[in-house]
């Protein structure tokens, strides 16, 4: 069966991404801002990367001087694991790290270091989640799961319980990712040209993400058993610790802003795949910012509690979110638009796991769906 493709509706209010692309350029101009990395984002980089590797350089070169100080470095490493995948990573493999490509390619591949492949990250979050937000058959990020993110997934009775499972599924995730996720996209992405579009062919992305996993299990796992004190029992308890950390974190900062009771959803099927709105007002119509009066949210998430900006200005560096947003939210409600957002992050996570619960007791009393 032949993929359906989406065609947005581009007659539909196309005034509104005219504008709001406007008004977001002429503040960088007229502050005279470049609309990559600041200083600060340069500085949060370093700090971020040495969360992650000192713990870890420690745990094999270092005099691990009590169990809880073993733990600890575990913990700490993967606290460091999460600000590479929502902060350093995400913007560079997104190209809003830096003008110059290489800049992007290098902080990009920080995603490597933590076991995974970027160039498989960049086609499963760039090009379908991106592009086809919310859009069931399209948007990987809500693919068949076991977990039913929209009213559109066939209903199972296990489902009335994922508003209790899904904690665990988002802490094993990195696990799934390091282990499996990286060859399943690749047997698919393979067949369908997608490595050629990011410059690769299919055999350069095979070998790329058979290196990455033998070097990162012997570095993470191997070199650490074999320096602790400890035993092997605690030493793997700690490699555990460390994925579920950053899978628990990962998953809560991500989520709540596309699966919540106020989200609109849609599936490729519908009118053939042919979009009511324009791609600008789809993407505004599907995502939800929350706690953006928090400025230690922000610097944490790496500013995907704006999540609106982010999916319209994608190409931006997070720390000008907080900016842009005022425009974005005041052209929104010229053109009566929804802005949705949540005041904390707490209310994010009540209306996530309320979706989620909603979701899973029936399959006929489900949220709005167009």
């Avoid at 319209?312 to 005022?326: A, M």
């Amino acid at each position: 069966m032949e993929p359906i493709r989406i065609v947005f509706n581009q007659k539909h209010q196309p005034e509104f991404f005219q504008s709001v692309t406007q008004r977001v350029n002429d503040y960088f101009q007229e502050n005279r801002k470049s609309r990559y990395a600041n200083f600060g984002m340069k500085l949060k980089s370093v700090l971020i990367l040495l969360l992650y590797f000192i713990p870890l350089c420690y745990l094999i070169f270092g005099d691990v001087g009590s169990l809880s100080m073993q733990y600890g470095l575990w913990a700490i490493a993967g606290l460091g694991m999460v600000g590479i995948g929502l902060t350093i990573m995400h913007d560079a493999n997104h190209g809003a790290y830096s003008s110059k490509k290489w800049i992007n390619n290098m902080m990009g591949g920080t995603l490597n270091l933590v076991g995974a492949y970027n160039i498989n990250w960049k086609i499963q979050h760039n090009v379908f989640h991106h592009t086809y937000t919310n859009i069931y058959g399209q948007d990987e990020d809500i693919r068949k799961t076991i977990i039913r993110f929209t009213p559109k997934h066939p209903y199972k009775s296990f489902h009335k319980f994922q508003w209790l499972y899904t904690s665990i599924l988002y802490m094993i995730f990195p696990f799934i990712w390091i282990l499996s996720k990286d060859f399943e996209q690749y047997s698919r992405y393979s067949k369908q040209g997608l490595y050629q579009r990011m410059g690769r062919s299919n055999r350069q992305a095979l070998i790329e993400i058979w290196v990455i996993k033998l070097l990162y299990w012997p570095i993470t796992l191997l070199l650490p058993l074999y320096a602790s004190h400890f035993g092997y029992g605690h030493t793997v308890a700690g490699f555990f610790m460390h994925h579920f950390i950053s899978g628990i974190i990962l998953g809560l900062a991500t989520q709540p802003a596309h699966v919540g009771e106020d989200m609109e959803y849609f599936v490729d099927t519908d009118n053939n795949g042919k979009m009511e709105n324009n791609w600008a007002i789809h993407q505004v119509k599907t995502t939800a910012n929350f706690a953006e009066n928090s400025p230690f949210i922000t610097w944490c998430f790496g500013g995907l509690n704006y999540q609106i900006e982010h999916h319209l200005f994608p190409t931006v560096c997070h720390v000008h979110y907080p900016e842009i947003s005022k425009i974005v939210r005041a052209t929104c409600a010229e053109f009566d638009l929804p802005y949705k957002s949540h005041r904390t992050f707490f209310d994010a996570l009540l209306s996530h796991y309320g979706q989620l619960r909603r979701l899973g007791f029936s399959h006929k009393k489900s949220p709005k769906f167009l």
